[in-house]
Structure formats: structure tokens, C-alpha cells
């Protein structure tokens, strides 16, 4: 059986990722890994479904064990990725959609560079920090932290395979949906594939 693809998307908090990634999962049939946090739910979120939420010394315990294929600190709180279930699904055939940071996305990327990465940017800073205060889920002062981050996460954007600029978003749903069919239809070549692919096409003169 074919491994499925990892599909790692990076969006800052207040991008409008959620209805992007709902579309693209349900109409491509990807899953979503679900990642552990320190973080306290917040309304309506299920542990489990959401988030597996972690005390701060089961995170670490983890952390110990090698359970996490990457984790990162992100504004205060732990968040990683439960290494077995992401590679059961790949095993199984799975497309596997991966929602995290800069730093982790990086981290994986390394680990993994086959995987197709996607990064969601917001039109402006401005734009971003009126939707997340619009959003009300965070304090006044997590949102000014999260902005910050925001700002130090934006340029890594250049570092992805694609980048969707959610400026309307329908117009940010049909570019999203555009990448991934691209990327299904595109293989991808990388480190040692394309030293294989080379002596490949050498071979045969
Ligand atoms: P939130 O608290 O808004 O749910 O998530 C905060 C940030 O953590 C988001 O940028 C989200 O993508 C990221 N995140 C969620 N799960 C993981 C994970 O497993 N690893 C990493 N590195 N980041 C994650």
C-alpha cells in the first residue's frame, strides 16, 4: 500500500485557518493529527478531538519518552505533535494534516522532507490583530503576544512549498484547495529521490 502524504500547514493565530482547513480536509479526505498541549481548553474545545490537554509534567514526561515527532514553546504553553499516530496513518495510506507553528514546521521539515508544507498568511498585521480581538477567545495582552509572534513567524514563510494569502476567504479556500491538488499531482523530488531520479535519467541514454 501507497504511505500517505504529511500535509504541514502553518498559519499565525488569527489567519482564518480553521474554515480553510475543513474545506481542504473534507473535500481531500485528509485527517488531522491531533497534538498535545499545555494549554487550558478553551470553550468547546474536547479533549482528545481538539487537543490532547497535558499538565505541564505529563508534557514533559513525554518529551522525555521521545513521544513527540517535533514540539515547541509557543507564547507560554508546550505543544507537540504524538509521533505513533502520525506515522500509523502515513503506514495506513492516510494524507495526514498537520496545523503547527514556525518552529515545529521547521523541525519537521528537516526530519521529514517529503513532506508538503503550506503556509496561510494574513493580508496585513493590522487585519490579523482586529480578527483575533474580533474573535475574543484571548485576553487583550495574549493577543498583543500572539501578534508578536506573528510578526517573527511571517517571514519563515518563504521556506514553504506554497503560501495562501487569506485575504477573502473563498478566494483563500480555492487557492488552498489548488495546492494540495497540485501537490497530489506534482511528485515530489527530494535529497535522496532526486539523486535517484538523476542516475535514473542518466542511465537510460
Ligand atoms: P492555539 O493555542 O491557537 O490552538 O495554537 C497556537 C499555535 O500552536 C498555533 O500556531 C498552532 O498551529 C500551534 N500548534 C498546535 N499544535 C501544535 C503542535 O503539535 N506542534 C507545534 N509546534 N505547534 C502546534
Do not use: W
Amino acid at each position: 500500500m501507497n504511505r500517505g502524504t504529511l500535509y504541514i500547514v502553518t498559519a499565525p493565530s488569527g489567519c482564518g485557518k480553521g474554515t480553510i482547513l475543513e474545506n481542504a480536509a473534507d473535500k481531500h479526505g485528509l485527517v488531522y493529527s491531533v497534538s498535545a498541549t499545555t494549554r487550558a481548553p478553551r470553550t468547546g474545545e474536547i479533549d482528545g478531538v481538539h487537543y490532547f490537554f497535558k499538565s505541564r509534567e505529563d508534557f514533559e514526561e513525554m518529551i522525555k519518552n521521545d513521544d513527540f515527532l517535533e514540539y515547541a514553546e509557543y507564547c507560554g504553553n508546550f505543544y507537540g505533535t504524538p509521533r505513533d499516530a502520525v506515522e500509523k496513518l502515513i503506514e495506513e495510506g492516510k494524507d495526514v494534516l498537520l496545523e503547527i507553528e514556525v518552529q515545529g514546521a521547521m523541525k519537521v521539515m528537516d526530519k521529514l522532507p517529503q513532506a508538503v508544507t503550506l503556509f496561510i498568511l494574513p493580508p496585513s498585521v493590522r487585519e490579523l490583530k482586529r480578527r483575533l480581538l474580533k474573535r475574543g477567545t484571548e485576553a487583550a495582552e495574549v493577543v498583543e503576544e500572539r501578534v508578536k509572534k506573528a510578526i517573527c513567524e511571517i517571514p519563515f514563510a518563504k521556506h514553504f512549498d506554497f503560501v495562501i494569502i487569506n485575504d477573502d476567504i473563498n478566494n483563500a479556500i480555492r487557492d488552498f484547495d489548488a495546492c494540495i491538488i497540485a501537490a497530489k499531482h506534482l511528485r515530489k523530488c527530494h535529497g535522496k529521490d532526486i539523486d535517484n531520479k538523476i542516475t535514473e535519467v542518466l542511465e537510460n541514454e
